[in-house]
């Protein structure tokens, strides 16, 4: 729903900017979804005055005007027929636009001008296209139309919540604000003076369903003009978005927007019989409604009817026959209500969606009826003249009794943790129209007002009493510990996940370490693993420290499983590493190590078995680092002496040796008695966590263009690695080969000596175009070139 | 022409039913019906006809070019059967034969219920606290309310580094440390690897803890309980039951070992829980108001509650494990069972 910032202020000392009271209001409840700067538009136009005017020499029906718009006179080619010198008009100059059309310098029929002087509709403010606005001889040249219009307006569009149809009004919503700021409600003063005959002369109301019509009334003023609206009350309803259309069909619209419940007029002539029948229709039963459909009824719709046919289309839509035109002269004001199920229904089998439909499915109160009647009335009279007949006809079968609920100030307490005194709560009540009726012991008695239907029981009020005091008052009482470091947490359990899906099984060993097996591994004397924490009562000198490293247990596990016929192994371990010199306690990090040994796969009768090797140990530690986010580990050849020299290689990140991994040297493996080849890896993940905090995936892009693919084979000497290769072939467009697989090497018959034969697979893609055979081709041959330049390779 | 009309479509019929391939369908299409066929031919010597027997031709003409149409379409779907037909014998297989198997890995038991574990209590709003392995005196025994002169303090009962640096023999360590460090409210679980100096058929020089500690204002006796029982249902099912005995331990008051239903048994009595349908879980009890002090914790203010159990034994109730050596032996054909 539309609520203007300026209707809304008159009924509430506002002392918030738009922004600020937005902000309030979506946190009382009344959630604004979006904000409307009104006038914007209207303020690129200028009040001018036309200075002079005279017939266009070659057109009857243009005029040559001469404009004033305060800084310097324009000439202006007219084309209404009302346009006269010394009238002050909307003046749209060169560059305005208006909806798709933009002004620009013209010639008209020899004739320059240099800008519009605008009708209504062109400015959007009504559908009047008869001539040009004329305005106010006040009216100061000069200013923008907008400010001058005091269009300059904020609507907010708010989400009303189903619950609450007492805010379907600018007032409802004003008091509610009211009461969330804490200010005085400013309430309109509403009195009506009857005259001359009474109502019952001439007209008489039946009620033949008032189970689904609760209530009708009806109000009669005679001798009405219609005419147009003056201005502030079409400001008013341009402001919510509603279009002015007359005086009484305005002013219905005006007190539905104001207080939420949707009245009707009827040209009192056309009303036959002078009877109002509110009745079911009968089943086909034809209505003509004022949005020119005609609508087949059903007998659960429900109709406003004179002695003949139905009149209305009950707080849907007014009928064709019986709405008020220029000739009215004396009218009947329906304010009424309805069954809100009853509207839904037949509103959503016709579909037809009106704003008076909106608010009556919402099961506004009968009570208001009354209310918005008399506010019609008076504003009619005021602005409409005529005499309102005396008294009313009322309908009003099961009048509603105002309801007294109970609230336990403790329970407000129990429930909420606020503390409130009992005049804080009945502070925050009676601003809502709620009264206090009695008080006992830890009990207030309030008494509700007919337009809180959603107030029934004592959580309702106690929900009042948090939406005013703030829900975000309330004191939050745990806190984040942030004792635990989630990170690091799950990080050791996704690289555990990583090595099972693997296949490799966990083991966990005793953390003593045996001192001997450094010398074993031959780690030399200075190195940070030889710092022990050593133990001065062990369970015996195999024991005799806590392990600085896990591949010693590592190799004893595989032994234990070897000699128990289990030679195919994958086994991990990564648990703490302690290290001990200078200081009290010790150095524990996490570490982790990794075993293959045997064949890499289980048997399987169509393939043959292949042993593991050094690029499935390699390919572990790669899913690992990618895993931890570490695009672009450094490789060298390591410097561990455990490992076959040639066959290792450390892991480098940012300068720091993270890792290794590589073929267990034989002459090591057989200190342990183990004879079968052995791959490793060892990570200090501790180092790896502290260096890289690990990343969030982030989602990129899906590629747009299918990649193509192209086959690169050749021969090259083996003094050239595989990454200079790489690195050379990406080096010639990074950004359109976006991916290089080897798929072959090839060495022996036919290659010389020294060399090998290598076959790629390059993969080509761009995020913006489907690349064509001439861009490929164009960069693969930049790409041969290269590698003959770079290695002398030869194609095959 | 009515007899060539005829012969066409015999000879027509017979290839057709001989074709068996789409290529040969093709041809004969083109031969039979095609713009330069036979019966294509023979339609543009209707005109040579006279104006009577024009029409009588036409209609014979067309159709034998509508039935050699059916015949080509009908032979398309046969061949397309064949086909199909073909293919299901050449992909029968023995459907028995072994399948292709990925190796997956296993967690080590105690992982699995250790992981099993965090995430019990992290769904109840518990944080994962670390503390060394390696400790001082001051954080295994006195802030832990333990004196000097403790026998647990025994040579023979803790493996020490230094006189006063040991390796932890409980996880408790953790409560200090994290109580040293944060303020209430706490509420957290740590696990890890603790140490005694034994090593026999029951108990291993390195075992491993999970340890709560709870403290805030208006904790209470009863929260421990519920919490030692929602934890012993997740644990290891519904139907087993948790009890509290009185017992002593140096750092709460009151302090309890609890028990929980024998898992094997459901308590009538067995081997495993030697016939008492109960067995040992762990301790527990209300931090002692003197641990509070000594960690600058208003005791007043604050109440809080702290249980260790023995991730170890839950591991081999769990999972039925005889023997605690099996922990450690890391045979790969223990391992494996722990899918």
Known sequence: MKISYKWLSQYIDIDLSPEELQTRMTFAGLEVEGVEKLGEDLNQYIVAEIKKCKTHPGSDHLSICQVNNGSDTKQVICGAPNCAAGQKVAFAPVGVSISDFKIKKVKLRGEESFGMICSEKELGISDNHDGILVLPDDAPIGEKLGTYLQQDDIAFEVEITPNRPDLLGIFGVARDVAAVLNVPLIIPEISIKETGESIAKHLALQNDASELCTRYTARMIKGVTIKESPAWLKQRLISVGLRPINNIVDITNFVMTEFGHPLHAFDHKLIKDKTIIVRRAKKGEKFPALDEQTYTLEKDDLVIADAVKPIALAGIIGGENSHITKETKDIVIEAANFLYSSIRKTAGRLKISTDSSYRFERDIADETAELVSQRACQLILELAGGKLLEGKLDSYPNPVENRIVGLRPSRVKKLLTITVSDKQIINYLEPLGLKLSRRETDLLKFEIPPYRKDLVREIDLIEEIIRLHGYNSVESFLKPQKIMDKTTFYTSRKIKDILVNNGFSEVINWNFGDPSDLNKLNIPTDDERRNNAELKNPLGSSFSIMHSMLIPQLLKNALFNIHHGQKNLKLFEQTKVFTRHNEKLATEKIHLSALITGNLHPVYWKEDQYPADFYDIKGIVEEILNALDISNPVFKVSSEKFYQPGLAVDVFLKERMVGSFGKIDSKIASKYDIEQPLFILDIKLQDIFELQKSVKPVFHDIPKFPPVLRDLSFVISKKYSYNEILNSIYSINKKLITKIELFDEYIGKNIKDGYRSLTFSLVFSSDTKTLTDDNINNILQKVIEKLKNDFNIEMR | ?339
Request: glycine letters at 6%; hydrophobic letters at 35%; proline letters at 4%.
């Open chain 2, 1 to 339: 022409m009515k007899e060539e009309i005829t012969r066409v479509l015999e000879a027509a019929r017979s290839e057709i039913k001989k074709a068996d391939s789409m290529h040969d369908l093709m041809q004969l299409k083109s031969r039979y019906i095609g713009k330069k066929s036979i019966l294509n031919g023979l339609m543009q010597k209707l005109g040579t006809l006279s104006k009577e027997e024009r029409p009588a031709f036409g209609k014979i003409l067309n159709e034998a070019k509508v039935q050699i149409s059916e015949l080509l379409l009908q032979r398309d779907q046969e061949i397309k059967n064949l086909k199909y037909k073909k293919t299901l014998k050449k992909e029968a297989l023995d459907l028995t034969m072994p399948s292709r198997k990925r190796e997956i890995g296993t967690l080590h038991p105690i992982t699995k219920v250790w992981q099993e574990i965090e995430d019990i209590f992290i769904s109840m709003g518990f944080e994962v606290a670390e503390g060394p392995d390696i400790e001082d005196e001051f954080h295994n025994f006195d802030a832990l309310n333990t004196p000097q002169d403790h026998p647990a303090r025994d040579l023979s009962d803790t493996f020490y580094i230094e006189d006063d640096v040991l390796l932890r023999t409980q996880t408790s360590t953790v409560q200090v440390r994290v109580m040293e460090n944060h303020k209430p409210p706490i509420k957290i679980i740590s696990q890890g690897s603790c140490y005694r100096n034994e090593n026999d058929a029951s108990h291993s020089p390195m075992f491993h803890q999970v340890e709560a500690l709870v403290v805030d204002e208006g904790v209470t006796f009863a929260d421990l309980r519920d919490i030692m029982n929602i934890f012993v249902k997740k644990m290891f099912g519904e139907k087993i039951e948790s009890r509290f005995r009185p017992h002593f331990f140096p750092f709460t008051e009151p302090s309890a070992e609890m028990d929980i239903i024998c898992v094997k048994c459901l308590g009538r009595g067995c081997n495993l829980c030697k016939g008492s349908g109960w067995l040992e879980l762990g301790g527990a009890g209300m931090v002692d108001p003197n641990v509070f002090s000594m960690l600058g914790i208003d005791s007043e203010k604050y109440t809080g509650y702290a249980f260790g159990l023995g991730i170890d034994r839950i591991a081999m109730l769990k999972y039925k494990i005889p023997d605690m050596r099996l922990l450690f032996e890391n045979d790969i054909r223990f391992l494996k069972q722990f899918k």
